[in-house]
């Protein structure tokens, strides 16, 4: 009996593999095209340098600087973060500190400050704060929070049996920790050290301000002295080899691990450790934490909005610009979503050659950062599509690149959970494929896709080098108006447009919490 | 000597009191079973036991030496105590050799005892495997195999088989006890299974309202459990008042035999406990005149469960009944029922 449900199954994924419709194929395409302009333009606008120039352009001590830089900055960043990250989530989760609630908002919510505007906060009140140390102090306490939200959420879900039972094989507690915690954390906080490797590759204005020169820096610096197409298009092409290199690498040292939690019985309540008469110390440093990462850059925003506008430059209006921002984010979530659900469709549903290289050509995007893609499709829009250059929907298809590999995550998960059953029930029941996904599966994933709606807009919010490449000439979003006036050092006018951006992305920070609170129950 | 020994154990989560004023012993070598609904507080008696949580008050001993006395408190790890956790919890990131071996000190972990402990549980071959790669009862065997290897003075197993299917659940259950039999580790199952405590263990605590109710053999468990609610819990049982005296009890079925007389008792009115396969049901012909009526069966092959109206002029009483599969009335057949000469009375 078991040997003829497994043939049928069997039968059964054929017959859905042949059934992938044509429609869902061909968006799919389209998308992994989209996706796919960028690499193509670099590879087009470097096809025109030949061989001595490319070795004089690689080989200048300039590029060896920018390399090391870079990576010196990607290997302390995302190793002290993640030191700093697994501590606080220890003592936020497996202790008895008063206030857990609190902690795990105000340890997370330096996610909701783009990075340039933390560092604006921190140059604005330090000038000083440049170079290396600069940068890294202020990326660590910018991106801490990445490690410490998926090792507090493992630190929460690790069924205490384990630990316990590696008490009761006489481990002390210290031993449990390295040889049982820490072998669970590690592709979460692995995950963690990745985005972040994969923000500093791709971060400029932050690093802009601390007057540390990058990759990214680097190639907005070559575009704006005079749009050196060559030579900046190779820089990216650099860039993004560095990408495609961590996410190989975390894929390599995740290895064919996966720590599924075995069983499902009821988890046990675990007991805290009694902090004690080390409970100051444990609050004194978190909160020493909070306020760096957090405490700062807010400061800087209060102090700098109250002590007014001193600028020289033409007024603007933030109205105007959060307007202008709302609708570009707007305009950014739907044409993304739009594009991932078919493509995660197509690669859970209907697995597929077709379909996987497709999600794969998707993927590519998380290597590519705002100032290549930009780059990118400045070059393809002057080459290819004139009239597209320095237009709304460039600047939106812009985005939709951008942020397509975190709406796919966002989707993926509530796709994979979805019984495929629930559309041949509908069919059964008379409805076409269409009525039936519109009937079932639409409304099954209505969250999921409102969270990847969400993401995107407000990374839209936050998003500034693409922005400032790709924008129509006289449009300002609130991001590239803070930009003008900071460029300029008027603290005061700029503050008002961070403030908002803080405001409006302090909604994804809050949401992220809640699921972990969810989870935990 | 006893190689657990828990006397007067309290223990309170915040104004909520778990466990109270509990004895406890067990025989070194022993397989025992704490028994309770679940809820009762015996996880938190297990977790007691191994050191994950601290008592309140009382003294608990582990082979005489004294690991928890409600000020002094030894290490879950200092305790030589055997843990096999609910659906095992096996380290996911490690293979079987690997978790078997985790326990042990370094250089023994490549040396043959893991291999030796994968064989006893009958796992010889699966070395390599990662937990989520073997069915249910693998794990369970696995675990106890790393809960062996450091060869503990006693392993606790906190329900160990709840999660396998009912067949997986009987085959794990037996080779488990073997093992520990044959090796004559203490082993202290903990369970709300009442077949399971009643069918592997040597003795069987029964663990109500916070403290042991009653201890003993399974045997002595069935047959002559301390109050009514327990009878139940136990198995069926048809509960009939009766006027107890020292050896007899009058019942609505007539005279009985007290299974534990109790020589110095006067006369009072309590109860009696009849089991359904205590009671006998014969064709209404050949043995004297019916005085029950067959309302429901339930037939399962080898056996079958009977329910039935016996007539009786203070009215008409329920009962349950067992027979064998073969002597089974049909529904509304008319049968005399009678019980055995033996009852046990509360």
Known sequence: MTGATVALGRRRRRASRRRAPSVLLALGLLTATLSLIPLVFLGLEVRHIDASEINRLLL????????????????????????????AAWCVERTDIPG???????????LAVPEFVSSFGWVSFFPSMQGFWGALFVTVLAYFPFVFLPAAAVLRGIDPALEESARSLG??????????????????????????????????????QLRFPTFATEIYAQYEIGFDGASAALLSLVLVALSVMFLVGELFARGRARYARIGSGAQRTRTRVALGRRTPLAVGSLGLLGALSLGVPLAALVYWSASGNSSTLPDASVIDATITTLQFALAAAILTVALALPVALLAIRRRGVTSTLIERSTYIARALPGVVIGLALVSFSIRSAPGLYQTVPLLIAGYAILFLPLALIAIRGPIAQLAPRMEDVARSLGLGPLRAFARTTLPMLRSGLGAAAGLVFLSTVTELTGTLLLRPTGMETLATQFWTYTANLSYGAAAPYAAIMVAISAVPAYLLIRRLDLSAT | MSALCVRGVSKSYG?????????????????????GVSGCGKSTLLRLLAGFDTIDEGAIEINGMRVDDGTRHIAPNHRRVGFVPQEGALFPHLDVRANVAFGLPRAQRGGPRPDELIAL?????????????????????????????????????????????????ASTRAEVRATLKGLGTTAVLVTHDQEEALSCADTVAVLQDGTISQAGTPRELYLTPCNVALARFLGEANVLPARLDAGNAQTQLG?????????????????????????MIAAANGSGPANAVVTHVEYYGHDARIELLCEHPEGDFSLVARTTGIDAPSIGERVVCSARRSAHAL
């Open chain 2, 255 to 279: 005279a009985l035999r007290l299974r534990v007389a109790a020589p110095d008792a006067r006369p009072r009115n309590g109860v009696v406990v009849l089991r359904p396969e205590e009671l």
């Open chain 1, 60 to 87: 200048r001590s300039h590029v060896g600087h920018l390399l090391g830089n870079t990576l010196g900055l990607v290997v302390a960043a995302s190793i002290l973060s993640a030191v700093i990250g697994i501590a």
């Open chain 2, 121 to 169: 549980v009958g796992l010889g071959g699966l070395e390599r495997r990662r937990p989520n790669e073997l069915s249910g009862g693998q794990q369970q065997r696995v675990a106890l195999a790393r809960a062996l290897a450091t060869k503990p003075d006693v392993v606790l197993l906190d329900e160990p088989f709840s999660a396998l299917d009912p067949e997986l659940r």
């Open chain 1, 171 to 208: 481990l002390s507690a210290w031993s449990t920790f390295l040889r049982v915690t820490m072998p669970l954390l590690r592709l979460p906080v692995l995950g963690g050290m990745l985005i972040i490797a994969l923000h500093l590759l791709a971060e400029y204005g932050a690093f802009a």
């Open chain 2, 15 to 35: 104004s909520v009191s778990v466990l109270r004023d509990l004895d406890l012993e067990i025989a070194s070598g022993a397989f025992a079973a704490v028994l």
């Open chain 1, 100 to 110: 857990r609630r609190t902690w795990m908002v105000v340890l997370v919510l330096p």
